[in-house]
C-alpha cells in the first residue's frame, strides 16, 4: 500500500474525500450524515472484516461514581471470549 496522505483527524479525511482527494476506509458511524446527503458512497467489499479494540479509562486518582461501575459491570458482561484485554481495578 502507498500512503501519500496522512490528516489529523476524521473530519479532514471525510472533508478530502468530498473534495475528491482519494478514498478512506471509515467507521459507519462517522459517515452518517455525508451518506444521508449523498456526498459520499459506501463500497462493500465482499470478505474484508475490520475489528477494533476499545478501553474502557477513567481518571486515576479518583473513585468511580456508582454509576461508572455499574457501567464497567455491564461491559465486563458483554466481553467476547476471544477478546485479548488489559485487566485493572476500578
Same mark, same amino acid.
Given at each position: 500500500?502507498n500512503?501519500?496522505?496522512?490528516?489529523g483527524?476524521t473530519g479532514?479525511?471525510?472533508? /478530502?474525500v468530498? /473534495?475528491?482527494?482519494?478514498? +478512506?476506509m471509515?467507521s459507519p458511524?462517522?459517515?452518517?450524515?455525508?451518506? /444521508? =446527503?449523498? =456526498?459520499?458512497?459506501i463500497?462493500d467489499?465482499?470478505g474484508l472484516? *475490520?475489528?477494533?479494540? *476499545?478501553?474502557a479509562i477513567?481518571?486515576?486518582?479518583? =473513585?468511580?461514581? =456508582?454509576?461508572?461501575?455499574? *457501567?464497567?459491570?455491564y461491559?465486563?458482561?458483554?466481553?467476547?471470549?476471544?477478546s485479548v484485554?488489559? +485487566?485493572?481495578?476500578?
Amino acid at each position: 500500500m502507498n500512503v501519500v496522505m496522512e490528516l489529523g483527524s476524521t473530519g479532514a479525511v471525510k472533508s /478530502a474525500v468530498e /473534495a475528491g482527494v482519494g478514498i +478512506t476506509m471509515l467507521s459507519p458511524s462517522s459517515v452518517q450524515h455525508e451518506l /444521508a =446527503l449523498g =456526498l459520499v458512497h459506501i463500497v462493500d467489499i465482499r470478505g474484508l472484516e *475490520f475489528k477494533r479494540q *476499545f478501553y474502557a479509562i477513567h481518571l486515576k486518582s479518583s =473513585l468511580l461514581p =456508582l454509576s461508572a461501575v455499574a *457501567f464497567l459491570n455491564y461491559l465486563r458482561q458483554q466481553e467476547q471470549p476471544e477478546s485479548v484485554h488489559k +485487566t485493572g481495578k476500578a
